[in-house]
């Protein structure tokens, strides 16, 4: 797979299809996408997009004395699942948060992707959320000092 930067634009239909196929693929723009510090990586097999990752130069609540990136919306299309890219894409993320100098990279996860982080390192917050339309999420997080 290879990793590259793409616009904001490109990465909605694999949201809506792969993350949230209730919405437009219009409905599927997060705030600050088009931010300058914001950075969308997506992952191309022949010339495809099989994969995306949106990453924001975004504090947690009570971590604002450090450096954080957030990252959302991080999906391989469906027949490419299971064979590393996941796993090959989170670390494109981190290479992208360590050289802007983060001190800690956190996600909103799904539930039924929370060990798919814990395997990847990542520590996992005990209070479950809900996102509506979406379902319950927990926060996962690691820091890179
Ligand atoms: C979650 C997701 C990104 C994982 O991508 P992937 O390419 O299938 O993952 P990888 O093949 O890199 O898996 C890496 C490891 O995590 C494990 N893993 C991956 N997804 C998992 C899951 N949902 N539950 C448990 N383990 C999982 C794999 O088995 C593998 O473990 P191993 O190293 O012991 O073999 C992918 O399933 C996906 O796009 N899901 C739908 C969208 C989504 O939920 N995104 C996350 C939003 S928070």
Redesign the pocket.
Known sequence: MNIRKIQAFETLPLRKD??RPHLTPEQCIYPGDDDSTTCHLGGFIDDSLI?IVSIYQRDLPGEENKRGYQFR????VEA??????????LHAVEKYARGNAADYLW????M?????YR??GYTIDDKEFIVEGVGPHVIVSRTFY
């Open positions: 792969l993350l994969s919306a991080l999906a391989i490419f699942r299971s064979q590393g890219y996941g796993l090959a894409l996600a909103n996860a799904r039924t992707a929370v060990e798919f395997k990847a």
